[in-house]
């Protein structure tokens, strides 16, 4: 039997910062599940889904689009083992994950 190459955790984020990098339908589904969990979310993103927006504008997460070329480069973001990646096209999900590691 082969063991597999990830094993699944449970974290109690309740309160604690995470950063969302885009702001698409997958970024959407993400970020409901962050703040249903309780955590402090924050997206970076050019431009969001209306469902994202409408959080924003609640309160419940806060973007920062003027930043996302910052958090692609530094390592400041990537440094947290709660981050997650949320873009739609391949290229992107591969430019953001070797940053990420980088």
Do not use: F, N, Q
Request: a positive charge.
């Amino acid at each position: 039997m082969t063991a597999p190459a990830h094993y699944p955790v449970a974290l109690d984020l309740r309160g604690r910062p995470c950063l969302v990098v885009g702001g698409g339908a997958v970024a959407e589904m993400k970020v409901h599940a962050l703040v249903a969990a309780g955590a402090r979310v924050t997206l970076v993103s050019p431009a969001l889904t209306p469902g994202l927006a409408a959080l924003v504008t609640a309160g419940r997460c806060g973007t920062r689009p003027d930043r996302i070329a910052r958090a692609m480069s530094k390592a400041r973001h990537w440094r947290s083992p709660r981050r997650t990646i949320a873009r739609s096209p391949a290229t992107s999900r591969r430019t953001l994950a070797a940053t990420a590691s980088g």
